[in-house]
């Protein structure tokens, strides 16, 4: 069975202090609002077609058994958002609430797939990551896909679904670093670049000692398509 709508609104309120009003509909079909968002919770009762996640398995590192828990699903619930005034940080960090809220409180359900960033995110992964908001920090690998390449000596790095929120993806291509290393040294700066709502530009520099200038050139994506900042290490 699927989630509960009561069950889904009481955990908004009680886990997250939101403020949830005009609810109305059921668990198949509902409406509500919380603060100026307008949000839809569709419940479908049947699978996410399977062609749409076939090229995903391969590069789905952060949920080990994808392709063989996410083939034994048997129905998804929609999460929409209906148009409003906030930005994309603080509509995401509300969708992060509620798909946190829907996994918490619906025993049978393995996870979330957000196909504008092609993430396939697994639920105790998913709930760990979004616990983030707590403490006011952004959880980006619920929201970004990371993609990491590990060669010898060197590794590569790129963001999906910057688009999301009107910035650019960035890549860094063969640095001598190991990719995890890489993991610890982009996310802060995409941290700073969503929550300040800055937009890097070609020609300039980032850095976050006085040492440090990184420079940034906008040229044709490796990894992604049209063109992408890379920033060079």
């Not at 392709?67 to 699903?73: I, R, S």
């Not at 619906?106 to 760990?128: F, H, M, R, W």
């Not at 890549?171 to 969503?194: N, Q, T």
Request: aromatic content about 10%; overall charge negative; charged content about 25%.
């Amino acid at each position: 069975r699927g989630y509960s709508l009561e069950n889904v609104i009481q955990d908004l309120k009680s886990y997250w202090g939101l403020t949830v009003d005009e609810a109305e509909g059921d668990d198949n079909t509902a409406l509500f609002k919380i603060g100026e968002e307008q949000v839809v919770l569709s419940s479908m009762l049947a699978p996410i077609p399977a062609e749409e996640f076939e090229s995903m398995y391969g590069y789905s590192y952060l949920w080990k058994n994808a392709e063989l828990e996410v083939k034994e699903h048997t129905h998804h619930a929609i999460v929409s958002f209906l148009a409003g005034n906030t930005s994309a940080v603080e509509r995401y960090s509300l969708l992060s609430k509620l798909n946190a809220s829907i996994l918490r409180t619906c025993e049978t359900a393995i996870g979330v797939y957000q196909g504008a960033s092609t993430l396939l995110l697994p639920k105790n992964l998913y709930l760990d990551f979004a616990n983030l908001l707590l403490e006011d920090m952004l959880p980006i690998q619920l929201w970004v896909y990371l993609g990491i390449i590990n060669e010898d000596e060197k590794s590569s790095m790129y963001t999906y679904g910057m688009k999301e929120f009107g910035k650019p993806e960035i890549e860094i291509i063969d640095a001598r670093m190991k990719g995890s290393e890489l993991y610890d040294f982009l996310l802060p700066i995409l941290e700073y670049v969503l929550r300040q709502d800055v937009t890097l530009h070609h020609g300039e520099t980032i850095g976050f000692t006085e040492e440090q200038k990184i420079k940034i050139t906008e040229s044709k994506a490796i990894y992604l398509d049209g063109t992408s900042l890379k920033l060079e290490l």
